[in-house]
C-alpha cells in the first residue's frame, strides 16, 4: 500500500507486482518530463522521458504515461523486482526556461518485499 | 554512458571551517554544470548552474558567497561551503550536461555527503 511518511510517500508492493508511481506537477508550461531513480547514498539515475506532444511512452519494463489535462504523470514499473526499490522521482523542464533548469518533484519511495 | 564523478564522496568538518567539492566529467567536455542539495527523505533542489568561464547563476535563497562555484575547465566545477555550520549538512550532488545540450543528456555525480559538527 502507500503511505505518506514525514516528507517521502512510500509505496510497498510484492516482487513481480506492477508499480505505479505517480507524480503531479504544477507548471502548465513544462513540455518535457523526465523520471529518474535514486539509490541511497548515490546519484539519479535517468530511466525514461516524456515530452508533452506525447502520453505515453514505454521502456523495458517501464512506462510513463503523462495526462496534461490534470497536470499528472505517472511511471509504471513492471514485474517489480528488489532491485527497483529506490526513491523514484519525476522532473520537469520548460521550454520557456530555455530547458535550463530542472524542476524536482517530491520523490516517491519504493520498496519491494522479496 | 557518460560519467561524472564527485570528490570526496563525504566529508566531516567542524564549523566555520571550508570545504570543497569536485565534481568531474570524466569522459566528455561540459559546458553548463549545475549543483543540487538534497536533505534527508527531500528532494533535489538546484543551487546554481554554472557555465564555464563565466559566473554561477545562483537560484534564489542561495548565498553566492557562502556557496562558492567555480567552473575553470570543461570537466571540472568546484563548489566550495564557506564558513561552514551545522545546517549547511546536506547531501550535495552535482550534474553534467552533455555539449548536445539536449535535456536528457543531463548526467549525475554520486553525491557528496557533507557533515558539519
Known amino acids: 500500500g502507500e503511505s505518506v511518511g514525514l516528507h517521502l510517500p512510500t509505496l510497498s508492493v510484492q516482487e513481480g507486482d506492477n508499480s505505479i508511481i505517480n507524480c503531479a506537477y504544477s507548471?502548465?508550461?513544462?513540455?518535457?518530463f523526465i523520471w529518474y531513480k535514486q539509490e541511497s547514498g548515490k546519484g539519479p539515475q535517468f530511466i525514461i522521458d516524456?515530452?508533452?506532444?506525447?502520453d505515453k511512452r514505454q521502456g523495458q519494463r517501464v512506462t510513463v504515461l503523462l495526462n496534461k489535462t490534470v497536470k499528472h504523470l505517472s511511471l509504471q514499473i513492471a514485474a517489480t523486482q528488489p532491485g527497483d526499490s529506490a526513491v523514484y522521482f519525476c522532473?520537469?523542464?520548460?521550454?520557456?526556461?530555455?530547458?535550463?533548469?530542472?524542476?524536482f518533484g517530491k520523490g516517491t519511495m519504493l520498496l519491494v518485499s522479496p | 554512458g557518460a560519467v561524472v564523478s564527485q570528490h570526496p564522496s563525504w566529508v566531516i568538518c567542524k564549523s566555520g571551517t571550508s570545504v570543497k567539492i569536485e565534481c568531474r566529467s570524466l569522459?566528455?567536455?561540459?559546458?553548463?554544470m549545475f549543483w543540487y542539495r538534497q536533505f534527508p527523505k527531500q528532494s533535489l533542489m538546484l543551487m546554481a548552474t554554472?557555465?564555464?568561464?563565466?559566473?554561477?547563476?545562483?537560484e534564489q535563497g542561495v548565498e553566492k558567497d557562502k556557496f562558492l562555484i567555480n567552473h575553470a575547465s570543461l570537466t571540472l566545477s568546484t563548489l566550495t561551503v564557506t564558513s561552514a555550520h551545522p545546517e549547511d549538512s546536506s547531501f550535495y550532488i552535482c550534474?553534467?550536461?552533455?555539449?548536445?545540450?539536449?535535456?536528457?543528456?543531463?548526467?549525475f555525480g554520486p553525491g557528496t555527503r557533507l557533515t558539519v559538527t
Open positions: 550534474s553534467a550536461r552533455f555539449p548536445s545540450g539536449i535535456v536528457n543528456e543531463q548526467y
Open positions: 507548471n502548465s508550461a513544462s513540455d518535457y
Open positions: 516524456i515530452r508533452s506532444n506525447m
Open positions: 522532473a520537469e523542464i520548460s521550454s520557456l526556461s530555455g530547458y535550463s533548469t530542472l524542476t
Open positions: 569522459d566528455f567536455q561540459a559546458t553548463t
Open positions: 554554472s557555465n564555464e568561464g563565466s559566473k554561477a547563476t545562483y
